[in-house]
């Protein structure tokens, strides 16, 4: 008898040959089961109008104006914020240098370097630099290369007081940063003295929310674990030792902070400028009885409230760390 060979068509409606199986072990025409034309087509469907009411139509020339007039004088961080502006400002000013280049040029400079290697393209001692550094940014985890800890000790000051770091003693030449675990009962917390090495989106995460958005979360986790286990983590931002019962009303603290802001005509104590915070000399989670003492607060601006006044052993870092 002769052998007949079966093809598997795509399971996801296009009934093309199928090139792909996937974890679920549908077979696909593509990669990705999102990539297959017949879904695509449904998704385009669905979404075509359903965020925009106007989706399709063309707008009048007094609309055109008017939208226009209401933008005159605006910037960019007006429109779009501060980190977008900053990108679009870059795209803009490589697009004027000419170093965005046009899809035909893409085409064009892309059929020329095909078939060619690095070793024809850059020589022998660049290439190898080049397949070990692609080598290593597949990694993911080696963000060293990106970030040291003297480049942060420049660059983000605020972060580098409150967490602590070092060099992984077993790379030296590496300069992999090492940190402490925040869950208290792992062997790689600061209370154990252990060290762990954090990912790279790991440490970027931490540092945006302390310097960028001027919080205290996306502590560092050795593991998934260590990370369900802590309560600062369970808590998403809450404070889970706060206080259910307070020593004072709102009322009370807002107007003992209008008193200090006053008394100090609205002026930073370390720097001068205008103040828009409340430092209590001693610390609210430790000492809430002397949290209404104006004699001891005095008003600071927001850079230096956590640069200057939550240091050391104010640290906030450090008064969790008792907390938990």
Known sequence: MAKTCSINLCDYGCNQKATHQLKNGKWCCSKKWQQCPVYRKKIRELNIGSNNPNYGKKRSEETK????????GRTYIDLHGVVKAKKLKKKLSKIKQGKILSKETKIKKSKALKGKTYIELFGEEKAKELKKLRSEMKKGS????????????????????????????????????????????????????GWFTPTRTQ??????????????????????????ECPLYASKGADPFQQ????????????????????DNYKCQYCGKKAEHVHHERPQKTEPFFSLDPDLAWSVCKKCHYEKGHQDECSTGYLASLQC
Do not use: A, W
Not at 154 to 168: A, S
Not at 203 to 228: A, H, P, Q, T
């Open 203 to 228: 440490l970027y995460e931490r540092i945006r929310c302390i310097e960028v958005n001027g919080s205290d979360n996306s502590y560092f986790y050795c593991s998934d674990k260590c990370k369900n």
């Open 142 to 193: 080696n963000h060293h290369m990106f970030l040291t800890i003297e480049k942060i000790k420049k660059e983000r000051p605020l972060f580098y007081k409150i967490e602590e770091m070092r060099y992984n003693p077993d790379k030296p030449e590496e300069k992999e940063i090492q940190v402490h675990c925040k869950n208290h009962n792992c062997s790689n917390s600061k209370e154990h003295n």
């Open 65 to 72: 104006r008017r939208q226009s007039n209401s933008l005159k």
């Open 244 to 263: 259910t019962d307070k020593l004072y009303t709102q009322s009370e603290y807002q107007q003992f902070r209008d008193y200090v802001l006053e008394r």
